[in-house]
């Protein structure tokens, strides 16, 4: 067999060749050289799927066999990207089939970008879970993801007019899918009715009547390991009517009322709105996810005894949109196992682990209790019990005001954070400082009950995907002076250091940062027929677009820099290049689109600003575009208001690749300063007292500031004095913001601080050694920052998971 696997693990370019043929052939009756994009993609997809289905097997068989604790990540997004070179890199094909497609006249990258992005996310919360998925398998851990099969993805971002424009994200259409349907799996989501409490031998059984029944249906993705890694399952579930009830729903509009269920992902990041398909969707994949654990820890286990499901099963919720897991798991074991009350507990407890990504109070899920007994009636009462023991559990040991503070049930609100800590062992920040604000503020109640409970998590992100994939110019450049082990060993990208004098490899730093430049300008041109000079700082924001994020404070600094400009005032050469979408009912922030792209349309159609100063929104920010830009940046913005940013990821992908950052002392960027020492990154702005004392004071002023700041007023007037055309509105919707001493993040209060920075930075650029040093220095030190540690972390202080050893046999 072994001869066998090596085989298959080690494609020759030839064995490529023939297999792509045969493929073609079987498929569409086409040769290499008349098969179009598509039936290359599908074809070359399907040959990667043969390539990992053997491994996929052994991980299934050896999970069955040695029966080692899994984790499943319940996340509402996850958000992959493209699949196609991943899953190539991982099983150590990647170069050869570029080579055997470059023998053939094909171009890899071309065929590649044919795959539509699985967009299942918002933005840092599903990616980040995404990452987690590859960890997981690269570093050899069971995990499995459970999440749902949104029919649309994240919208497609247009704009017309400057305006963004929403369209929907059709990317099931396309062939060459890495799904796999498992109808065998199937499991019914009840929805509705009412609830009658019933005895039955001792014990209460709730009856049902008149719910509605609907059919979860997985689709399974393989997570495909880097090279010995195992093949894990992503498994999404599709809502569909169960064939047994197709009476009951006699109407197109009936159908279509399922069908919805798992038809769109909701577009919002960090706002909470609590609507009824929302609390749906949330309890579909938890049910769906939660019975297809118990059917597999009871028929493939052979497990019955339920007090040992925590030496099997972790299950984790990512942000309170799983929250529900808790009670589902609760009415699993009491209603259909017949575990007594206080053992399910006791198990629920210790499965389940929770990870908060957000202090933002407009974040915070609260559903209403009415809705939800409507829509779910037992699980409400499950909830009531559940809050009704905890607050009986800490009557006299606490006030009366803590227990108010923190029950779950309030206000005619469940609190789903509440329910997430209260029913899991382990809660975790992302990032030291949004951990440490959860302990002493936000949850500071909890922390106090249970602090054995809290624990940082910082994020981390894919290096296989941000260097190996996304650079490999910068690869390469690592290969030839620490050697290729960084590949799957990143703590060896620590040695890079030692190339900090050389000057061969400094330039040869520049050199490829300039070569990922001149790609992006020709993309930039074709996309949007702005001329950008690859010679000039290419500096990036690229994430959502909220508020807190202060795409705003970027605003500013470009109107003062073409202010000064237009006085013949010098600066060095820029392109700032934006990526960012704003949830569709989100008015501000798409105020600032419309703004963002009107002084861009202004400044690079200036003639006075001589080509010195560029504005570039790139449309439809996402993980493909990331690869694209995040190769290219010299400098990455990271510049929320100081509290407000959980972590950051797009901080520690620009830091990989070689961009230096301009940050204030928020999330992860704290961390990198920590990595890299501050003579290697460009912080400002107020810290986090400041920020906390602004707000307790009530002493934020801001338009004494501008009043007294005449390179402020004149950057904030710029917006309303009819400088920037064609936007008087939201120009004015802008600075009316500003102005306001209700402003909570603080745009103008950092202004003067993030120029100074933005002058150092300028110093610096002019010094190329200094810059391509500080940027070695940056890449050097994101190995802290690889998700396979992250979740070593998470493995082994939360989940408790020891890994799975695969055995060479098919
Ligand atoms: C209920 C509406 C809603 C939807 C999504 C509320 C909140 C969210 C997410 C928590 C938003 C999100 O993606 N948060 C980001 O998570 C990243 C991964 O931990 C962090 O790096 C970012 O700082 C955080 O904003």
Redesign the pocket.
């Known amino acids: 067999y072994l001869a066998e696997h090596e085989r298959k693990m080690q494609l020759t370019k030839e064995e490529f060749k023939n297999r792509l043929k045969r493929k073609l052939n079987d498929y569409y009756e086409e040769d290499i050289d008349t098969a179009s994009t598509s039936e290359l993609f599908a074809a070359i997809s399907a040959i990667v799927r043969d390539g990992y289905a053997p491994q996929w097997r052994r991980t299934r068989i050896a999970e069955t066999k040695q029966k080692e604790k899994q984790v499943y990540y319940f996340s509402i ?1 996850f958000l992959p990207g493209t699949l196609l070179k991943s899953n190539l890199l991982n099983l150590g094909w990647l170069k050869t089939v570029r080579e055997a497609l470059s023998d053939l006249g094909l171009d890899l990258d071309k065929i590649a970008e044919y795959e539509p992005d699985m967009a299942l996310g ?7 879970a995404a990452a987690f998925m590859d960890s997981l398998a690269s570093t050899g851990y069971t995990g499995n993801g459970n999440g749902i099969r949104y029919k649309y993805g994240l919208f497609k971002q247009k704009f017309v007019n400057g305006y963004q424009r929403e369209l929907p994200n059709d990317w099931l259409k396309k062939e060459g899918h890495w799904e796999v349907r498992r109808e065998s799996k199937s499991v019914l989501v009840r929805f509705g009715g009412k609830v009658n409490m019933v005895e039955d031998n001792g014990w209460l059984i709730p009856q049902y009547e008149g719910e509605r029944v609907v059919r979860a249906v997985p689709y399974d993705v393989a997570v495909v390991g880097y090279q010995d890694g195992l093949t894990n399952t992503l498994r999404l579930w599709d809502a569909e009517i169960p064939p047994e009830e197709e009476l009951n729903y006699p109407t197109i509009s009936d159908r279509r009322r399922v069908e919805d269920l798992t038809s769109i992902l ?1 577009p ?6 609590g609507r009824l398909l929302r609390l749906k969707q949330e309890y579909f994949f938890v049910s769906a996810g939660l019975q297809s654990i118990l059917d597999y820890y009871i028929t493939k286990l052979g497990n019955k005894n339920f007090a040992q499901l925590s030496d099997y099963v972790a299950v984790h919720i990512n ?1 309170t ?1 799983p929250a529900m897991a808790i009670a589902e798991l609760m009415r699993l074991l009491v209603d259909e196992h017949r575990v007594d009350w206080d053992t399910a507990w006791n198990i629920t407890q210790k499965v389940m682990s929770y ?1 908060n ?2 202090i933002m109070a407009e ?1 915070m ?1 609260k559903w209403d209790v009415n809705m939800m007994s409507e829509l779910l009636p037992r699980i409400m009462q499950i909830i009531t019990e559940i809050d009704r023991r905890y607050c009986e559990g800490l009557k006299g040991r606490v006030s009366d005001a803590v227990i108010d503070r923190t029950r779950i049930i309030k206000n005619g609100q469940v609190q789903m954070a509440h329910l997430a800590i209260i029913g899991s062992h382990s809660v975790n920040g ?2 030291a400082l949004h951990t440490q604000l959860l302990e002493t503020e936000v949850l500071k109640d909890f922390y106090n009950l249970y602090p054995e409970r809290f624990n940082n998590k910082t ?1 981390g992100i894919t290096l296989r995907r941000w260097l190996q994939i996304a650079n490999p110019e910068l690869s390469d450049l690592l290969d030839q002076t620490i050697g290729k082990e960084w590949r799957s060993d990143s703590n060896k990208m620590l040695n890079f250091e030692k190339y900090y004098h050389d000057t061969k490899v400094l330039n040869q730093l520049h050199e490829i940062k300039l070569d990922n430049k001149k790609k992006l300008a020709k993309f930039v041109k074709e996309q949007t027929g702005i001329e950008i000079d690859p010679t000039a700082i290419f500096d990036v924001q690229v994430k959502r677009m909220h508020a807190y994020k202060r795409q705003t404070l970027k605003l500013l600094h470009i109107l003062k820099l073409y202010q000064d400009l237009k006085a013949r005032i010098d600066h060095p050469k820029r392109v700032i290049i934006f990526g960012a979408k704003a949830a569709p009912s989100y008015v501000f922030a798409k105020q600032i689109i419309k703004v963002i792209n009107e002084t861009a349309n202004m400044i690079n159609n200036d003639p006075d600003i001589h080509g010195k100063l560029k504005v570039v929104f790139l449309e439809n920010y996402n993980v493909s575009l990331a690869e694209k830009i995040i190769p290219a940046a010299d400098i990455s913005e990271q510049i929320s208001t100081t509290t407000k ?5 797009s901080n520690m992908k620009l830091m990989a690749n070689g961009a230096l950052t301009v940050a204030t002392m928020d ?2 960027n704290i961390e990198i300063k920590d990595a890299v020492g501050e003579e290697n990154i460009f912080t400002f702005g107020l810290n986090k007292d400041q920020v906390y004392k602004y707000y307790a004071e009530k002493s934020y002023h801001p338009r004494k500031m501008y009043e007294e700041d005449p390179v402020m007023k004149k950057a904030v007037d710029a917006l309303i004095d009819g400088t920037v055309p064609n936007c008087s509105s939201e120009g004015q919707a802008l600075v009316n913001n500003f102005l306001s001493d209700n402003e909570q993040f603080l745009v103008l209060a950092d202004f003067e601080a993030y120029l100074k920075a933005q002058e150092k930075v300028e110093q610096t650029w002019a010094q190329k050694r200094i810059w391509q040093q500080m940027s070695l220095v940056n890449i050097a030190h994101s190995e802290r920052f690889d998700s396979d540690k992250t979740i070593e972390r998470y493995a082994q202080d939360i989940w408790h998971l020891k890994k799975l050893k695969i055995e060479k046999v098919d």
């Open positions: 997004e918002n933005g840092g919360l599903g990616r980040l909701y919002d990041d960090s706002n909470y709105e942000d949109h990870t990504h957000t974040a899920e992302v990032a994020n940013e959980a972590s950051g990821t999330g992860a």
